[in-house]
């Protein structure tokens, strides 16, 4: 999956989506996936949902002969018309703490000292962050579990029914496989094509794989925060590759923008782009990574008035990517990947292998986003494993002949893509 995350609160209402529909089709994506669109709670928070059977008024276009339900099913109906299949947060292990699902059905949330218990994050430091405007559900002990899994199903109908194929499923971990088991088992009866991929950041390796088990298509990895050295990412990638594929994203909606942490480098941002296309099966965007965007998205403070002016295009480059990805079935796999010897340490020499043997690459990137850098190799063909020739598959000066030795100068933060057909 290619994934275009469209903010509902920077794109606005849904009628105003059309453009960035677009530009998503035109970048080659063929998913787009938004954050929750039903009615929050006082906090406003997107992912503090207070209705879940009732549209975000703020994503509804005042006025309109349309009914809240129908104004979704039009836009995704546009994104059809693009190519483009859509994807929603499925949020279900909590609500707004003000929802009606409180008083109406106490027996489903988690409850200490008698109150509902809030769900909380411990972060690397060790601080602990608590979300007062959540109350947390109880898959484990809840006397009506059966009665919470039923509306869950019935919540999953209805976003079908407004015309989601895709669910990316919040914070998957912290709800029981065979809870998950039973979602997606009991769906995919009426709705085959159904794909649930699990957001499993901040969770160990161990619970990644253990989640993944409960046959979701896809799991989020966690390539953003490698810094190109060091083996955590390979090992965490060949735990999970031969159970699900996995999703690399250059930014998130819950993460910095990545302009602003490189220091307003287009060279970094074209590097991490091309490395998380090419490095698992999916990838992903959220909107306004193509222009440059410096704004962090909030998911209760940005509003529409927000959009940016253009500070870079990536639109051509990030299309550029996703036709390579799409080309070459080794781009669209989770083969094995190794990291290779290379003459200068800043250089990331990396091979990758089609689990069915449709292809390899080869996959050299510049760490550096600042400085040219040498890369020398002795023999590419030792690398493969099987007849080439090798291909240059690079989206920046593509070479119709590559000589042994190969020799390159990599500008800032390029790639060479390198590539051989089955």
């Given at each position: ?328 079935p080794v781009f669209q796999s ?79 933060g390029m790639g060479r893509i ?5």
């Amino acid at each position: 999956m290619k994934i275009y995350n469209l903010f509902p609160r920077l794109a606005g209402p849904f009628a105003d989506w059309g453009p960035h529909l677009q530009r998503a089709a035109l970048m080659g994506f063929d998913w787009v996936f938004v954050n929750p669109i039903q009615q929050p709670g006082r906090s406003a928070s997107l992912y503090s949902i207070a209705d879940y059977f009732s549209i975000n008024k703020d994503l509804l276009k005042p006025r309109a002969r349309l009914s809240s339900e129908n104004q979704v099913r039009a836009m995704v109906k546009e994104a059809q018309a693009h190519g483009l299949s859509m994807m929603i947060d499925l949020v279900i292990n909590h609500c707004a703490i003000d929802s009606n699902l409180v008083k109406q059905h106490p027996e489903w949330f988690v409850r200490h000292g008698g109150k509902v218990a809030n769900p909380f994050c411990v972060e690397a430091d060790g601080n602990k962050v608590i979300w007062y405007d959540l109350a947390q559900f109880d898959y484990e002990d809840s006397p009506d579990r059966e009665g919470l899994v039923q509306y869950c199903l019935e919540l999953i109908e209805y976003l079908v029914g407004l015309g989601f194929r895709g669910f990316r499923c919040d914070a998957a971990y912290q709800i029981p496989q065979d809870i998950w088991r039973r979602l997606i088992e009991g769906v995919r009866k009426r709705h085959p094509d159904t794909v649930f991929v699990a957001e499993t950041l901040g969770c160990s390796p161990e619970q990644t794989l253990a989640t993944a088990g409960a046959g979701f298509d896809a799991i989020f990895n966690s390539s953003k925060w490698w810094d190109f050295n060091g083996d955590w990412l390979l090992k965490q990638y060949d735990l999970t590759r031969e159970v699900v594929p996995s999703i690399s994203f250059p930014e998130s909606h819950d993460t910095e923008r990545l302009y602003c942490e490189t220091g307003d480098n287009a060279n970094a941002m074209r590097q991490r782009y091309l490395f998380s296309a090419l490095f698992s099966a999916g990838v992903m965007i959220p909107i306004g990574f193509e222009y440059g965007f410096r704004s962090r998205l909030d998911v209760v403070n940005t509003q529409p008035d927000q959009w940016e002016g253009i500070n870079i295009d990536l639109t051509h480059y990030i299309a550029q990517i996703n036709r390579i990805k799409d080309t070459y079935p080794v781009f669209q796999s989770e083969g094995p990947i190794e990291r290779l010897d290379a003459s200068n340490p800043a250089v990331l020499l990396l091979h990758k292998k089609h689990p069915a043997g449709k292809g390899e690459a080869l996959l050299a990137l510049n760490k550096d986003p600042w400085n040219r850098q040498h890369l020398y190799v002795e023999d590419l063909y030792r690398h493969i494993r099987t007849p080439g020739p090798l291909i240059d598959a690079s989206p920046e000066w593509p070479m119709d002949f590559l000589p042994t030795p190969f020799e390159f100068e990599l500008g800032p933060g390029m790639g060479r893509i390198l590539v051989t057909t089955p």
